[in-house]
């Protein structure tokens, strides 16, 4: 089955600074893979996804991931950190046995520091 | 209302209460899911239904028992639960396959 790592639980950037959320995957076919947030005692809200076609994916809030295959990953980055990006944030994968399941990873808690 | 709604926000039960889970879909989409998120645990899927039939049923104890009426509604009924089943439950809604899920608010439970 389709899974995704990311690596470092927490990550912490001043604000105003670069932002990178890594994530590598796992799949034996094409994957279909998403950037998912979470604010405190929230559910997850959409950051962007790759399906197929341009590999640098933009999304909202100014973030933006790329799709690399040769490396297996997508990475989240965003250039300029603000306090209001701290937050949970999960990579996930679709699962290509059921066509339904996202498969997702264990998530990098963001804490931004003035 | 517009995208995933889940009730009640919060809930406290006792282990011998019956209680459920309600989530309502704003959206049109023909998939509806739920999930479980423990504390340090990546998200476990629990059940997916696809036009109000259930695809997916992931080695689920059966004190949660899920139901979908029609494709805009879904419940998860709760019955002798286990204080290690309390987590966060979150809805979401997807048009079908190998698509993004969009998810509620989901539900705070604490069993105790």
């Known amino acids: 089955a389709q899974s995704v790592t990311q690596l470092g639980s927490h990550v912490s950037v001043s604000e105003g600074a670069l932002v990178l959320l890594r994530c590598n995957y796992s799949?034996?076919?094409?994957?279909?893979l998403f950037w998912y947030v979470q604010y405190p005692n929230q559910g997850l809200q959409l950051l962007l996804k790759y399906t197929t076609g341009a590999t640098l994916v933009k999304g909202i809030n100014g973030f933006e991931a790329e799709f690399k295959k040769s490396e297996t990953s997508f990475h989240l980055t965003k250039p300029s950190a603000h306090m209001s990006d701290a937050a949970e944030y999960f990579c996930a994968v679709s699962d290509s046995n059921s066509g339904y399941a996202l498969n997702f990873g264990k998530g990098t808690s963001l804490l931004v520091t003035p | 209302e517009t995208g995933v709604t889940q009730t009640p926000r919060h809930l406290v039960m006792g282990m011998t209460n019956k209680k459920s889970l309600k989530c309502e879909q704003h959206l049109g989409h023909n998939a509806m899911y739920w999930y479980k998120q423990s504390a340090k645990k990546p998200l476990e899927l629990m059940f997916v239904y696809s036009l109000e039939e259930r695809v997916e049923n992931n080695s689920v104890p059966s004190r949660f028992s899920p139901e979908c009426p029609n494709s805009s509604h879904l419940f998860l009924h709760l019955h002798t639960l286990q204080p290690e089943d309390s987590a966060l439950y979150l809805c979401?809604?997807?048009?079908?396959?190998?698509?993004?899920?969009?998810f509620g608010q989901g539900t705070r439970l604490t069993v105790v």
């Open positions: 799949s034996s076919v094409p994957p279909y």
């Open positions: 979401a809604s997807s048009p079908g396959g190998f698509t993004e899920a969009f």
